[in-house]
């Protein structure tokens, strides 16, 4: 049966230990104190795959004040950039901290439940916040739920500031392949409820907690787009599709999708498919080497089918047939 935590800390420990695999956000901090007039203690504090400052802030079960809470760090944190600025030149060197992506700082809410109220709050606030439902499963299974992920306003409204002073929207920049990226990106959102856009200089990623594809800006002939999806698992075709493991370019992933025509975009409809799914169920290669090896989706668990567990008992475990 379904269970909540013994404790706040179990989740918070469990969470931090695999937080990069969990929530596609690299670990910085543990309750970190902040240095103002009422104090405070910040549960976690990481940076995602797109650069931007993220706080979790966690809940054993359904906690009306989370919500405001992590909105009170959030303000400290964006007041005192210079202090997280440090931290991460710490934690991960002078070029991470040279490329925070201040316009799009998130929250994290990992709690028992929400409640109505909850998901209508986040959606009227000018930040970004994720609310993520878990639960334990027996002694060696745990789940998070995706239950409201919302875009700050902040991002959206700096593009249409830069509109307003004389930048031209995409479309009008690029001729065909800017209309194809609009195209890509009317797909890639339709891909599921809670889909958001994050904009940086070099690409816009499309995530749901987690970053599935990344889109370039177009290039006179051709559309690159990243996904997360394995490209071991892929027919690579010359010109269409190409494994860039290991090698540099803007966005994640490892697939490489080129993009000409709409015949391409067609084609391509699947492998965002694929991507959007492998963006979780790429945990299970990465939590199998902290000793959780298992996985499975389970569609009673989530209602469009997304909510996923982890085991130590590995494949065997005939809860996963």
Known sequence: MPRLAAVEADVQDLVEAHMETMLGVTFLASEYVIDCADGGRIDSLGLD????????EYKRGTDAGVINQGLYYMAWLTNHKDAFRNLVRDRLGVTAASQILWSAPRLICVAGDFTPYDAHAVREHRRSIDLVRYRY???????LETVASVMGHSA???RVRRRAAGVPPVRKQGGAMAE????VDEVLVGLGDGVTRVQRKQYRAYRRLRNFASLCPPQQTKLLVYLKADPKEVDLVPGFTRDVTGLGHHGTGDLELQLRTERDLERAQDLFRLSYTAAWRSLAGALAECGVVGWRRDAAFRRDGQGWWWTTNGPEDPRFC
């Open 49 to 56: 795959e797109n650069g931007a400052p993220v706080i979790v």
């Open 137 to 143: 499963f027996g002694s060696d299974h745990f789940g």
């Open 156 to 158: 959206q409204a700096k």
């Open 180 to 183: 194809l990226a609009e195209a």
